[in-house]
Nanobody, 124 residues
Framework: QVQLVESGGGLVQTGGSLRLSCAAS????????MGWFRQAPGKEREFVSS????????YYADSVKGRFTISRDNAKNTVSLQMNSLKQEDTAVYYC?????????????????WGQGTQVTVSS
């Protein structure tokens, strides 16, 4: 079992930055790929970014590439998402997810564990 708790969401103006963090509990964290997804009102949950078990591979949705950076610290059981140059369309609830596999993936079905989410609101 892996439990995930996100933090760092909030209200920010267009062009601003936020850093989301996800704290994980469970012995399998260091062997698990991790992902960030988001869900805007009235829309389906969509992939944002993924990082492999050792941080050696990362993967981003085209919509955030060049603006967001995912990282992890296996010693601290945390994964982070640095979000820069935020746009109004980035407004959503952001979810951290853990996969039982080690490789990156954009597929929701690959992730077995999910956090409760943290709200990110980007204002004009």
């Amino acid at each position: 079992q892996v439990q995930l708790v996100e933090s760092g969401g909030g209200l920010v103006q267009t062009g601003g930055s936020l850093r989301l963090s996800c704290a994980a509990s469970g012995r399998t964290f260091s062997s698990s790929a991790m992902g960030w997804f988001r869900q805007a009102p009235g829309k389906e949950r969509e992939f944002v970014s993924s990082i492999s078990w050792n941080g050696g591979h990362t993967y981003y949705a085209d919509s955030v590439k060049g603006r967001f950076t995912i990282s992890r610290d296996n010693a601290k059981n945390t994964v982070s998402l640095q979000m820069n140059s935020l746009k109004q369309e980035d407004t959503a609830v952001y979810y951290c997810a853990a996969s039982p596999y080690g490789g990156v993936s954009e597929l929701r079905a690959q992730y077995a564990y999910w956090g409760q989410g943290t709200q990110v609101t980007v204002s004009s």
